[in-house]
C-alpha cells in the first residue's frame, strides 16, 4: 500500500509547481558564469577555449530544456530529473578545473612539504607499503568506489522519504561541490599519485619535493594504484580514474569532504539505518583516499574541516532564503 503512494506521489502534477530556476540551479548557473569571466579573461591561455565555451552552453540548454518539461508536466519525478542531471554533469565540470588551473603554477612541492613537516613522512607513501595484504586493499578500494554510491544513496533517500527537505539537501550538496572546484580552479595541487610520479619515489622517500613549475599542464601520467590487482574493487578504482582522472583537485579532498557532508545529511535525516549503513563505508573511504595516492594525509584534514564549515555556510543561506520567501 505505501509502495503504491509513493508511486502515485512521484508522478502527482503539483498544483503549485515552482515557476523559476530551482537553488541548485541557479548554483550551476552561478559557477557557469564566475568560470565563463575566467576563461573570457584567460582564453589566450586556455588549451581548449572552444570546447570549454560550447560545453557551457549545452549546459545551459539542458538545464532550461528541463525546466520547459517540468513546466509541461510539473511533478516530483521531473523534479527530480532537473537536479539528477545537475548531479550527472559533474563529472563534467570535475575535468573542467583541469583546464583551469593547468594554466597556473603547480604547489604540490609545498603540500608535500607541509605533509613532511607536520606527519614526519609522507603517510600516502608509507600506508600502502605497511598494509599490502589484498584483503585490506580490496576493502580501501571498497571504500573510495562507494563514493558515488552513497551520494545516489542520501539523495534518493531525501528524494523518496524526506522531499520537503529534499531541495535543501541537494543544495548542499550541489553547493558545496562548486565551491570545492573553485577552490580547485585557484589551488592547483595534483596529489600523490601524480607529483611523485614526477618526481620519483626515491627522492620524496629522501624528503626532496622539487617545485614543478607547469608541469602538469602538458602531463598527466600517474603512480599505479597500489594493492590486489586482481581484486574487484581495485579494477572498478583504476576504471574510474582511466575515465576522468586529471593532475587536479587534491587539497582539500572532496571525496572526504562531501562524504562528510553526507553523513551529516544521513545524521540530520533521523534514520539510524541510513546512517548506520554509510558508517563503514565513509570509514575505509577517508582511509582509501590516502592508500591509492590519491591525497595527501592533510587533504583529509582540510576535508573534514572546509565540510562543516560548507554545510554550516550553505545551511544558513539555505534558511534565509526561505525565510526571505515566506517573508
Excluded at 67 to 90: G, K, S
Excluded at 131 to 137: C, T
Excluded at 266 to 289: D, E, G, H, Q, W
Aim: some cysteine.
Amino acid at each position: 500500500m505505501m509502495n503504491t503512494k509513493l508511486i502515485k506521489d512521484i508522478f502527482r502534477i503539483e498544483k503549485k509547481p515552482q515557476k523559476g530556476l530551482l537553488a541548485v540551479e541557479w548554483v550551476v548557473m552561478g559557477y557557469l558564469f564566475v568560470t565563463l569571466l575566467l576563461l573570457l579573461f584567460t582564453y589566450t591561455k586556455a588549451y581548449n577555449p572552444e570546447e570549454m565555451l560550447v560545453g557551457r552552453l549545452r549546459v545551459v540548454v539542458m538545464t532550461f530544456a528541463l525546466w520547459i518539461v517540468y513546466r509541461i508536466v510539473p511533478c516530483r519525478f521531473t523534479h527530480f530529473c532537473r537536479i539528477a542531471l545537475q548531479m550527472a554533469l559533474l563529472s563534467w565540470w570535475y575535468p573542467d578545473t583541469y583546464e583551469f588551473n593547468r594554466m597556473f603554477p603547480n604547489l604540490d612541492h609545498i603540500f608535500a612539504g607541509w605533509e613532511q613537516s607536520l606527519f614526519g613522512c609522507q603517510p600516502s607513501l608509507l600506508f600502502c607499503k605497511a598494509m599490502d595484504s589484498a584483503v585490506f586493499s580490496e576493502l580501501m578500494d571498497l571504500g573510495y568506489a562507494s563514493y558515488f554510491p552513497m551520494i545516489l544513496v542520501v539523495t534518493l533517500f531525501y528524494f523518496l522519504f524526506r522531499y520537503k527537505d529534499f531541495n535543501r539537501a541537494a543544495f548542499i550538496i550541489l553547493g558545496a561541490f562548486f565551491i570545492y572546484y573553485l577552490i580547485y580552479i585557484a589551488v592547483p595541487v595534483a596529489g600523490p599519485q601524480y607529483y611523485y610520479n614526477a618526481v620519483g619515489m626515491d627522492e620524496i622517500a629522501r624528503g626532496v619535493f622539487p617545485e614543478l613549475h607547469d608541469y602538469f599542464a602538458v602531463n598527466q601520467e600517474a603512480l599505479e594504484s597500489p594493492g590486489y590487482k586482481d581484486g574487484i574493487f581495485y579494477q572498478m578504482v583504476v576504471d574510474a580514474h582511466n575515465a576522468g582522472e586529471r593532475p587536479t583537485a587534491a587539497f582539500p579532498s572532496s571525496h572526504v569532504g562531501i562524504s562528510t557532508i553526507l553523513m551529516i545529511l544521513a545524521f540530520m535525516s533521523k534514520n539510524r539505518k541510513l546512517f548506520l549503513v554509510l558508517v563503514p563505508f565513509y570509514i575505509l573511504l577517508c582511509f582509501s583516499t590516502v592508500y591509492i595516492y590519491a591525497h595527501y594525509a592533510i587533504d583529509v584534514i582540510g576535508g573534514w574541516v572546509s565540510a562543516i564549515v560548507f554545510f554550516v555556510v550553505l545551511d544558513i543561506i539555505w534558511r534565509y532564503k526561505l525565510r526571505h520567501k515566506h517573508a
